[in-house]
């Protein structure tokens, strides 16, 4: 009896820690390393997509920038938060770029909408034509960017699109169910350069995450009659426009 007693008590303790390896095995698996589990929250968010080809970061400071024209010889910055002189993180961007002769790219994409055809081109044109090593960012470094570098890694690094698609990784600070349009993008609308260039048209297509009625002045759906229509908001003051294009990841 005792003896079927003390494996009793064996097991009662091992199956916590059973339960408890299993856990971790899946959680291992999805996340590849241990490295994406115990994420740091690197506010510069550093990687290289092609090692001595393009880098990726969040918003560098004029210190950071410096530090890794240094170390990795970048020759080139692809900013995809738009020009925005007389902000400080731009001024001193650009400040550093002329100290070390960087050609620059400015971009204006947003993290919350699928690209318009005009920048997604001068994306796919600053890939080809700027010289390298390259370092293309955004603000946080997670959403634009990483539909940039995803782009990249499929079209120019010529990975598999499941491949390159981890460009878009929560890894990266990216989590496709709070920015679901660049993950949506990628995933399911992008076809390689060539469509970008020739055949994308959101203004045309039925496309999710794109504000037809803001960016292609196509008219808003006619109000059923009967139903009142609900007052146009108020047009936001310059300042919030300005803080809405910082905040964005």
């Not at 090593?133 to 959403?143: N, S, T, Y």
């Not at 990975?159 to 169910?177: M, N, T």
């Not at 679901?180 to 994308?200: D, H, I, L």
């Not at 300005?242 to 964005?248: C, F, S, V, Y």
Request: charged share 20%; glycine share 8%; aromatic share 10%.
């Amino acid at each position: 009896m005792k003896s079927h007693s003390g494996y009793g008590e064996s097991a009662k303790r091992f199956k916590p820690s059973l339960l408890l390896l299993v856990a971790m095995t899946v959680l291992l698996g999805a996340c590849q390393t241990i490295k994406q589990i115990c994420y740091t929250y690197d506010p510069l968010n550093f990687h290289a997509v092609d090692e001595g080809v393009l880098y990726r970061s969040a918003q560098p400071t004029g210190g950071d920038l410096e530090m890794i024209v240094q170390k990795y010889g970048i020759k080139s910055v692809i900013n995809l938060r738009g020009a925005n002189p007389g902000q400080n993180w731009y001024d001193n961007e650009v400040i550093v770029s002329e100290q070390y002769g960087l050609k620059r790219v400015d971009i204006s994409m947003s993290a919350g909408s699928i690209p318009h055809k005009p920048d997604l081109v001068s994306l796919h044109n600053a890939f080809r034509d700027l010289p390298r090593p390259m370092l293309v960012h955004c603000k946080a470094g997670a959403d634009r960017t990483g539909e940039a570098a995803a782009i990249f890694a499929l079209d120019y690094m010529k990975l598999q699109k499941w491949e390159a698609s981890r460009q878009l990784h929560p890894y990266f600070g990216h989590v496709p169910d709070l920015c679901p349009a660049k993950t949506y993008f990628f995933n399911k609308v992008y076809q390689g350069e060539t469509w970008a260039r020739e055949s994308y048209d959101p203004c045309h297509g039925d496309y999710e995450y794109y504000d037809k009625v803001a960016f292609c002045g196509v008219p808003p759906a006619p109000v059923p009659k009967g139903v009142s229509p609900a007052p146009p908001p108020p047009p936001p003051s310059p300042a919030k426009v300005k803080r809405r294009i910082d905040d964005e990841r």
